[in-house]
């Protein structure tokens, strides 16, 4: 297992979707179109363990990276996910650093954290010709933890949820982080867009990397420019947006 995003966030910023409904195809079409990674999401998506884990498949075939927002930061969750194969997990809602070291350590084997451990899954080829120990050290290296910084309580806490080991990316979600400074649905209010600036320099002064939702290319541009290097939207938005400006630009002509 090679987790190629782990390498590429150490020089350059990676951009990936959320995806929360059940299709391989689009999947592919993603991955053929060059982004660098996709997250499954079960947090605002219902699909299940077994459908996302043919979009995993889809993903690997279409040479994106694949990863899954769990639902909560609970052990069950999270174990399925990486059984699944993601790479990685999305852990929405962290708020402080007891919570950031809960999903660590059940993302990772012994000696780092309690993942639960069987090899009749996916991620351990169900066991065929697998070299236990090996697996053990790569996926404890390889799998990420991306945590969600969505709410006030969560950016009070930066600094210390920061320092927790076997964090990789700090991910601010915009949309939550907004209505729970009391701005519903304006992400783009003066108030949420200086509190992520102020996060993403905190994150990038302590050398961690950052991450963060985005609606438009050129507001990822303001946050890669401060530093952030692991940037995501999300699909139904993109999609939404591309068939309104192909509906628009047909009626302008007709
Ligand atoms: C948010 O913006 O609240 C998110 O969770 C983005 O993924
Ligand atoms: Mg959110």
Known sequence: ???????????????GAF???????LVEIIGYAGLDFIVFDSEHGYMTAETMENMVRAAECSRLTPFIRVPQNERQYILKALDIG??????????????????????KYYPRGGRG???????????VGVDKRKYLEECNRETMVMVHLETRQAI???????EVEGVDILFIGPTDLAQSLGY??????????????????????????PGVFVTDPVSASKWVELGARYLAGGVSGICAKAFLDFKDKFKNNH
């Open 156 to 162: 009070e806490n930066l600094s210390s949820i920061i």
């Open 19 to 25: 995806q929360g409904f059940n299709s391989p195809n």
């Open 1 to 15: 297992m090679k987790n190629i995003i782990k390498d590429k966030i150490k020089n350059e910023a990676v951009l």
């Open 184 to 209: 519903y649905g304006d992400p783009s209010h003066e108030e949420v867009q200086e509190m992520i600036a102020g996060a993403i320099g905190l994150i990038v002064d302590s050398g961690k990397v």
């Open 117 to 127: 451990l069987a090899f009749s899954q996916r991620s351990t080829c169900y066991g």
């Open 86 to 107: 993601a790479f990685g997990i999305h852990v929405p809602m962290v708020n402080t650093r007891d919570d950031a070291e809960k999903a660590v350590y059940h993302a």
